[in-house]
């Protein structure tokens, strides 16, 4: 079925398509009588009339949409709860968010001049053209980085940083021995090596071995297994620096699996606080993110950005160590 359009409307009605534009986009004032009105709504909608979102984006100069491009990563509770906010912050300004999963080739030029956004929200730096056309169209650009980042309008999460925080927790419980477990996803590399070269720089500074690196699959048996290759190493491995929460929760249960105990044979750390982590047995030790700040702070740029403010302030207290009985 073809779509319908105002030209539909104004035979429906018989008035000019001009007429119905004033109507359904209530301009014209005393010139069109109520009656006319009233006929133009009523054949709207027998029709099913739906006015296009470009059409009226163009009309007005700008549309209320900001697009939020997300990489190739899984969706799990952090970015779920991440774009939740994202979507509630800018709901209360007004603004629509509409979010673009960045797989397969298709250009993202082909998106944004379709849908005319007033921002486009980046968790990944933009490549240069992208970012360099998008301004170049009046498109508001705010972006994110995974490391620290001095870009104007760009924040930063350092992901080393919350590597080397979960290492010094661990030397503060008296750990000299640690591994580093990895998620077998290849989309989250970009987290996961950022949180390992922090485990590693913490290792060295701290005077410990060079960490064990292992890929754990969420896997009872898989897990089992590289906790026996950790603990049958020269130097047993007493305590694991997880990549989030779900490889945690991993280890946790190939520790069990082999017969030890946690945390008095090894100690586990995990990021992200998910539910989970505190119904855990024992409840996980974890690095829990702001991100709820960080959304607050993404939709502020946003405006700012819109409005032609100055930057507003980062926050402060992006992660810190909640301590549970895995450590």
């Given at each position: 079925?073809?779509?319908?359009?105002?030209?539909?409307?104004?035979?429906?009605?018989g008035?000019?398509?001009?007429?119905?534009?004033?109507?359904?986009?209530?301009?014209?004032?005393?010139?069109?009588?109520?009656?006319?009105?009233?006929?133009?709504?009523?054949?709207?909608?027998?029709?099913?009339?739906?006015?296009?979102?470009?059409?009226?984006?163009?009309?007005?100069?700008?549309?209320?949409?900001?697009?939020?491009?997300?990489?190739?990563?899984?969706?799990?509770?952090?970015?779920?709860?991440?774009?939740?906010?994202?979507?509630?912050?800018l709901?209360?300004?007004?603004?629509?968010?509409?979010?673009?999963?960045?797989?397969?080739?298709?250009?993202?030029?082909?998106?944004?001049?379709?849908?005319?956004?007033?921002?486009?929200?980046?968790?990944?730096?933009?490549?240069?053209?992208?970012?360099?056309?998008?301004r170049?169209?009046?498109?508001?650009?705010?972006?994110?980085?995974?490391?620290?980042?001095n870009?104007?309008?760009?924040?930063?999460?350092?992901?080393?940083?919350?590597?080397?925080?979960?290492?010094?927790?661990?030397?503060?419980?008296?750990?000299?021995?640690?591994?580093?477990?990895?998620?077998?996803?290849?989309?989250?590399?970009?987290?996961?090596?950022?949180?390992?070269?922090?485990?590693?720089?913490?290792?060295?500074?701290?005077?410990?071995?060079?960490?064990?690196?292992?890929?754990v699959?969420?896997?009872?048996?898989?897990?089992?297994?590289?906790?026996?290759?950790?603990?049958?190493?020269?130097?047993?491995?007493?305590?694991?620096?997880?990549?989030?929460?779900?490889?945690?929760?991993?280890?946790?249960?190939?520790?069990?699996?082999?017969?030890?105990?946690?945390?008095?044979?090894?100690?586990?750390?995990?990021?992200?606080d998910?539910?989970?982590?505190?119904l855990?047995?024992?409840?996980?030790?974890?690095?829990?993110?702001?991100?709820?700040?960080?959304?607050?702070?993404?939709?502020?740029?946003?405006?700012?950005?819109?409005?032609?403010?100055?930057?507003?302030?980062?926050?402060?207290?992006?992660?810190?160590?909640?301590?549970?009985?895995?450590?």
């Open positions: 079925m073809s779509r319908v359009t105002s030209a539909d409307v104004a035979r429906e009605s008035v000019s398509r001009t007429t119905v534009s004033y109507v359904l986009n209530d301009k014209g004032g005393d010139a069109i009588p109520e009656s006319t009105r009233q006929r133009v709504r009523e054949a709207a909608a027998r029709l099913g009339y739906t006015p296009s979102a470009a059409a009226r984006a163009l009309r007005r100069g700008r549309s209320d949409l900001v697009l939020c491009v997300l990489p190739d990563w899984p969706i799990g509770p952090v970015i779920d709860f991440l774009l939740d906010q994202l979507t509630v912050e709901a209360g300004r007004g603004l629509s968010l509409l979010v673009h999963h960045a797989r397969g080739p298709r250009p993202l030029a082909d998106l944004w001049r379709a849908v005319t956004p007033r921002a486009v929200l980046g968790l990944l730096p933009f490549a240069p053209e992208d970012e360099r056309a998008m170049q169209a009046g498109i508001q650009v705010v972006g994110s980085a995974l490391d620290e980042n870009d104007p309008g760009t924040f930063s999460v350092p992901q080393i940083a919350i590597g080397r925080l979960q290492v010094e927790h661990l030397v503060s419980r008296g750990h000299r021995v640690v591994a580093y477990a990895a998620p077998d996803d290849t989309r989250l590399a970009a987290f996961a090596d950022r949180r390992a070269a922090g485990v590693s720089s913490a290792c060295d500074e701290l005077g410990l071995p060079a960490p064990a690196v292992a890929t699959r969420l896997d009872v048996d898989a897990a089992a297994e590289v906790v026996r290759a950790w603990r049958s190493a020269p130097e047993p491995v007493t305590a694991v620096a997880a990549y989030n929460d779900e490889v945690a929760l991993a280890v946790l249960a190939g520790v069990r699996a082999e017969g030890l105990r946690v945390p008095e044979d090894v100690a586990v750390i995990g990021v992200d998910v539910p989970a982590a505190r855990a047995s024992p409840a996980l030790t974890t690095v829990w993110q702001a991100i709820d700040a960080q959304a607050t702070y993404l939709a502020a740029s946003v405006m700012a950005a819109l409005d032609g403010t100055d930057e507003p302030p980062r926050p402060d207290d992006v992660f810190h160590v909640v301590v549970r009985s895995s450590t």
